[in-house]
């Protein structure tokens, strides 16, 4: 798998690329900024760029700009977001304009070699990323009418998998069922909510996340 | 009523001599055509209409001018009561039964009517010459009069004037009669008064041209009938050149007569008007000083005196010492800075600058302003200084305080920044180091050093979750990059209690209100909890240029004391909080 790597800080980027190397990886290329991102990306057409949320020059949201970017101009090319924002708007903001093939990871994952390789790979893969934080942090929120008072926990469980971007598969070894029961638990959950359910596993990701921001 | 006491007043007594003169002169004028006959060469006797006409000119000037002086002494009302009786002196000169001298006196005022006309028009209405050349043209008016006058006195002999009308016998003041002279001095006389009366209609057509609207305004009915009375007079001469021989009967001389009449009543009506707008602007100064007890809005005195010398653009800006500034009646600063047709005419107390007023250029409003802001309006104007100084400071107070709050802002937001971009950064970089050691460690089998960097590494991870937490405290990053809504959305999802941000409108405003109104909901749900709510259902919502924060949840009652440093915070961005029992609304200007 080839990657490229783009945080303005060296330190962080060489961090990234000797662990993703040492799991096998192909760092093929680096940048410091969003315009030598996209200058490395034409060069190379990497399988996957990981992409800081803050760059220069407003270190705020570039990132995000450059990932909404490269989904547009090299559609081949799949871009995961590194952020230490704990904000469901950011990555809302990322799936919800290119849902596939893109990934919202916070960015102290990255000292988890693991869970970073996952990641890549999924977005790799064509799946989308929410970090599970995120989504524990949604599912975590105080309401004064619960809406998921309706869904069972094994329901919930499924639900936050559905967050986080897994697909039924993914979901169905995960929880070592199969797939066919992972099926109806989301048709059984989207229900309940009162949410359509989308056979695109992607735009389900949105909805989702949609439906637990309300 | 209110006196304008910045202009010098005559003394009491003084001031009723013009009123008692113009009395005698409106007796003369009726003494002279009563018992109307044969005995009367006047036109006044020629028809009822002249009559009429003749009466109504004379007596209109006159007590026009009384009145004009009463209420604003100075040469204008003087010199409308001396043309009324100039104009009524023919009257004199025509009674044969008047005794010799009045008649002879009466002969020697005629010449002066059209000078004093040139004298009202030329140095209308500040009694001070203003016009180019004004003083040159009263007084070469006034030196042809007394050549023609004086000379006429001298030399004229009505016994040997062949064209003798009204007075035929009578001359007191004869030295010498020399009938050549008589009549070259007549000729003069007429000729000059083509060449005046000329001069006053071009001059009165060249300014108004070129005066401001506020000057035209308030010009217009003084200069036009003036102007009018200037052609009439040069009509009356024309004929007489043409017709020697004076007679009341021919038509072209009754139509002179009639027109003569007409426009001097024209402007004693001007002048009336002029009298009347003094005493009204008077009594609405007058009104200003009494409304000073029942607190009058800002700006009055503006409009006040706006309306008194006419003129729209008007402005009165007060002088504060202490920050060196001017500032309006609302304690905005102002830069009052007069256009090309406007001047600037400082209020000063003591010698000290307490405001200025820039306003029309014309020399009415000039004059107008320097008696309108006398004693009455004095306190006024105190009055509204004072008040604009008020304004003015609590206006810098509050801007104080909101650059405050601003760059508290501002270097929250700076701490997050540096938090993340710094600290964070470094733990980041600190944990992948581990994670490498950890690595290397587990490779050689070295258990211990593994044991150790493992528990290491996660020390770094709480670090970095701890850290993200207290940045997030210390300036939400969210709100300055993605707004009020999204930012409430977020801090929804972490708040210690059910947080409804349903109804949060999502668009952007400015930073600062943004920033307060997140501060309100975050305090708002700390002193929820305080009185053991179970919810808080935020609204926000922008009304009339403010962003709107309405909260409500179902705690105990509310302790206002616990609010207030959230009351400062909003009121010093010029918003405003309402705190009830169980609602609570921030009012915050949004730009």
Sequence with gaps: ???????????????????????????????????????????????????????????????????QRIREEQPGVGVLVLSQYLEATYAMRLVSDHPEKVGYLLKERIFNGEVLLDAVQRVHEGETVVDPTIISMLFGRRRRLDPLAVVSPREREVLALVAEGLSNKAIASRLTVTERTVEAHVTQIFAKLHLSESPDAHRRVLAVLTFLRG | MANAASIPQPPALARWVVPAAALVGAGSVVAALDGAGPSLTTYAAASVPAHVADLVAGLAMISVGAVLWLVRPGPPGVLAVLIGCTWSANDWV????????????????????????????????????????????????????????????????????QNCWRNCTDNAFLVRADVDVAQALEAFRLWSSVVVGGLLVAAVAWWLARASPAARTATVPVLVPAALVAVAEVGYAVVLLQVPEENPSVAPFTVVFLVRAAALTALALGLARTASRTTRTRRAVGRLAQDLASAPAPGLLRDVLARSVGDDRLEVAYWLDGPQRYVDAEGRTVDPVPTRDQAVTTIT???????IVVHDRSLRAAHDLKSEIGAATRL???????????????????????????????????????????????????SSELRLALAAAGSHGDAEVASLLTRAATEAALALTELRELAHGIF????????????????????????????????????????????????????????????????????????????????????PAQLVHLVDRVGALGGRMHAGTAALRAEIPCG
Excluded: C
């Design chain 2, 380 to 430: 006024a104007v105190d009055n509204e200084r004072l008040r604009a100084e008020v304004l003015f400071r609590l206006e810098d107070l509050r801007a104080s305080q909101a650059r405050v709050v601003a760059r508290s802002d501002a270097t929250r937001r700076g701490l997050e920044r540096d938090l993340h971009d710094g600290a964070q950064q470094r733990l980041l970089a600190v």
């Design chain 2, 476 to 559: 939400p990053a969210i709100l300055a990059d993605a707004g009020l809504g999204p930012a409430l959305r977020t801090y929804a999802a972490a708040a210690p209690l059910a947080l409804d941000v349903a109804h949060v409108v999502d668009r952007r405003w400015d930073l600062g209100a943004e920033s307060a109104a997140y501060v309100v909901v975050v305090e708002a749900v700390a002193d929820a909890v305080r009185r053991s709510a179970s919810y808080v259902s935020v609204a926000v919502e922008e009304d009339a240029g403010h962003l709107v924060v309405a909260l409500h949840d179902d705690g105990s009652e509310r302790d």
């Design chain 1, 1 to 67: 798998m080839r990657v490229v790597i783009a945080d303005d800080a060296v330190l962080i980027r060489e961090g990234i690329a000797s662990l993703l190397r040492a799991s096998g990886a192909e760092v093929v290329g680096q940048a410091g900024d969003a315009e030598e991102l996209m200058r490395e990306i034409r060069r190379h057409q990497p399988d996957v760029a990981v992409v800081d949320i803050k760059m220069p020059p407003t270190l705020t949201d570039e990132g995000l700009v450059a990932a």
């Design chain 2, 94 to 161: 025509g009674r044969q039964a008047a005794p010799p001298m009045a008649r002879s006196v009466a002969m020697l005022a005629t010449p002066f009517l059209l000078a004093l006309v040139v004298h009202l028009a030329l140095k209308w209405p500040s009694g001070r010459a203003t016009w180019p050349h004004a003083r040159t043209g009263v007084l070469l008016a006034y030196g042809v009069a007394t050549v023609v006058a004086v000379g006429q006195a001298l030399v004229r002999d009505p016994l040997f004037d």
């Design chain 2, 349 to 355: 107390r003591d010698d000290r600058r307490v405001a």
